[in-house]
């Protein structure tokens, strides 16, 4: 047997708003709210599916650092620069780590400094 990841866990000062984010990114819906303000979105069919959830976990600390993981998403009804208009309309800013320019992604970051890269290939949806 091996494992499956289920679920991603964002540290985030303001989960309600960085869910507002991510569910427009990734077509997710809220799937449940703690009593601390964490949220937990995911696809329409919930937790265990295909796809992993990501909870956003309510944190007042600053982050300190680059974070060690990140996201890469790619685009399922468009192509890679219709994408990049569309994440940058929500709120997405583009994210300097050195690239040469020559990459066949573009790195991002979310509406809390969280990076994330768009990949060229389309996707088919779930």
Do not use: Y
């Amino acid at each position: 047997m091996a494992c499956r990841i289920s679920e991603l866990v964002l540290d985030c000062r303001d989960p309600a708003a960085l869910a507002r984010f991510w569910c427009e990114v990734l077509d997710f819906v809220v799937l449940d709210t703690e009593e601390d303000g964490s949220i937990e979105i995911g696809p329409r069919a919930g937790f265990g599916g295909a796809q992993p959830t990501l909870f956003l976990s309510r944190q007042d600390e600053p982050r300190q650092g680059k974070s060690r993981l990140h996201i890469d998403v790619n685009a399922t009804d468009r192509d890679q620069g219709a994408e990049l208009e569309r994440l940058l309309g929500l709120g997405a800013r583009p994210a300097d780590i050195g690239q040469t320019g020559q990459e066949q992604w573009h790195v991002l970051i979310d509406p809390e400094g969280n990076e994330f890269c768009l990949l060229k290939a389309r996707l088919n949806p779930l």
